[in-house]
């Protein structure tokens, strides 16, 4: 899944003198047509306490975090737990350990490609714990073509990255993309990640 094979070369970690670690595969995710609801089910179906405000209407929920259970769906190597604390969707988010060899996270729609095309920009929500960290983003489509956006800088506290989704058109299909990758630079401390998005 995660071999390059035929494909045509494209700017990545290694080529910048830096290890890049194989990822582990990941389980198959929900249809691009499902997200929603099976998102409000997930959390429905969660403990008690108080749920984070819900997401504008101008916003569609892609990947939340709010069972154990989803944990084999989430690869990479940084180490990773569903987390109570900075949820911004629900009652969880998804907290990354990062240290020297573990610095990647990976989200795989197991098959079942999302279709971006419409949308203004892909965000999602970072609560940082420890010094300033920079995270590059790959995004790969259904026919195997990868693109990366360099260097986002996620600060202490509360962080939202935004990813001009527009940018993208011609590097990748924007009506099949399968996975989403982060590599975090210098990788140490930990992040929480939730709410990741598409938004008009």
Sequence with gaps: MYGEGNLTPIPSPVEQGRSFPQASSCLRYWTA?????????????????????????NERLLFSFERKTMLPMYAGTASRAIASEHATNGQHSLRLKFSPGRETIILDTGGFPMDWRGWRALKMDVYRKGA????NLRITDAQGKRHWIWSKQINPGANTLSYDVPSLSGRIDLSAVTELMWYAEQPSGEIYIDAIRLSR
Excluded: D, I, R, S
């Design 132 to 135: 300033p960290l920079l995270v």
């Design 33 to 57: 047509g499902l997200v929603a609801a099976a998102l409000a089910l997930l959390t429905a179906c969660g403990g008690g306490g108080q749920h984070a405000p819900a997401l504008p209407a």
